[in-house]
């Protein structure tokens, strides 16, 4: 079987490691190139772009997914497949990319498996949403403005939980929240854990979801 070719594109080193750490002894798939950035990747694609699937965040400096898939798809003299990689599940940015004919779109919490299974679908010319996205896109398709209806918070959060979870949405880290709220690091770990208890989320993506489905910040 032909060994997939990925090039990888996301601002956190941590993210690319872990994708990497999921692909690098799975024979049917090869790391080919990674950058920080959409501009960077542009750069490197540019001199030598020679790869199957793009895995590409969304969200990121400089240049961020969206304008990279545009100029590749503007400038592209190679056929390849496009998968986003994200940590929210925001209709304004799945709108934007499929406008572009991606191929692919999971959270960065999926798991092993997903992303290896939604890098395989893409490649193979197929598409693969995550059961988040899909359910998004089709309440989209529906007109269904129950969830932007859905005004009230259920569950009450002091006013520095609040805070966290706003920059946790916007994609801060630990050290990053800790230094815009004047905390410690170990602090803001006491606020996630309590965001989880009471939100009843698994992970930091399912508080973005929590977030985005009660509304709680005018600019998410």
Known sequence: MKTIKIFLVDDHKMIRDGIKFYLDEDERFEIVGEANNGQ????M????????VLVTDIV???MDGIELVKNLIQGATIEFKILALTMLSETQHIKKMLNYGIQGYILKSSGEEE???AITEVAAGNTYYSQEVTTIIMNNLRGDKSRGSRMAVDIPLTKREREVLHLIVKE???QEIADELF???????AHKRNLLEKTG????AGLAVYALEKRLFDDI
């Open 60 to 62: 990121m400096p400089s």
């Open 183 to 189: 905390i410690s690091v170990r602090t803001v770990d």
């Open 201 to 204: 989320a698994k992970n930091m």
């Open 172 to 174: 801060y880290s630990n």
């Open 45 to 52: 694609i540019s001199k030598n772009g020679n790869f199957d």
């Open 115 to 117: 992303i290896k299974r």
């Open 40 to 43: 960077e990747a542009l750069s």
